[in-house]
């Protein structure tokens, strides 16, 4: 059965500080990973997003990594503000002979405090 | 703005009501698709079409559900005799659906639906 689990389910940082956000994967066959991040109320925004080959990916102050192997993935926030207070999203795509099908973790819930 | 765009973006209803929401894509895209979302929890998948065609439904979509992208633009999702469980918020997304390992999915804002 095709998963994604995230961790911590929820995080409370000081503005400022770095945090790093895990997800873990079991779904095959693998076509990309891609972090969201979703404000209160509104609809997910796509951060980065990684193939089978990518094992790094940065977005300004947002850094994902991808280690294909052990089926792991981290997003790592660097110096953090405010406005980085959301949920952030991990989601996988599968795609083998014309099906797809994208499976969503339940996300991060991030809170930066000043 | 060219996004993906929902109406309403709220909706009250009483128990029993059916209630119709509508997405309307990106304009070149031609995949759509509905989600669920309770609070504290990931999107959880519905329904997709790829241009008019309803390709895939889950098993979450039971028969009080119903959705259709007649014209393969705009999509509707009605709920029928609506229950307290029904309450969440419903996203839709789309997205141009070629070979590119890099597809990339839009969402719109979102309907939250209150089942009083």
């Known amino acids: 059965k095709n998963q994604v689990e995230q961790s911590p389910q929820s995080l409370i940082i000081l503005e400022g500080k770095n945090c790093t956000l895990q997800c873990n994967y079991t779904v095959s066959p693998f076509s990309n990973l891609r972090w969201y991040k979703q404000d209160t109320g509104r609809g997910p925004v796509s951060l980065t997003i990684?193939?089978?080959?990518?094992n790094t990916k940065s977005n300004g102050r947002y850094t994902a990594t991808l280690d294909a192997d052990t089926k792991q993935s981290s997003l790592h926030i660097t110096a953090s503000q405010l406005s980085d207070s959301a949920s952030y999203i991990c989601?996988?795509?599968?795609?083998?002979?014309?099906?797809?099908?994208?499976?969503f973790g339940t996300g991060t819930k991030l809170q930066v405090i000043p | 703005d060219t996004g993906v765009s929902q109406d309403p973006r709220h909706k009250i209803t009483k128990r029993g009501q059916n209630v119709t929401f509508r997405c309307d894509p990106i304009?070149?895209?031609?995949?759509l698709y509905w989600y669920r979302q309770t609070l504290g929890q990931g999107p959880e998948f519905l329904t997709y079409f790829q241009n008019e065609a309803q390709l895939e439904k889950s098993r979450l979509l039971s028969d009080r559900f119903s959705a259709e992208r007649p014209k393969g633009s705009f999509s509707t999702l009605e709920i029928q005799r609506t229950e307290q469980g029904d309450s969440a918020m419903y996203l839709c997304?789309?997205?141009?659906?070629?070979?590119?390992?890099?597809?990339?999915?839009?969402f719109g804002p979102g309907t939250r639906l209150t089942v009083l």
């Open positions: 304009s070149e895209h031609n995949r």
């Open positions: 990684m193939t089978f080959s990518e």
């Open positions: 989601v996988v795509r599968s795609h083998s002979g014309g099906y797809q099908k994208v499976t």
């Open positions: 997304a789309s997205e141009w659906a070629g070979q590119s390992s890099y597809n990339e999915q839009f």
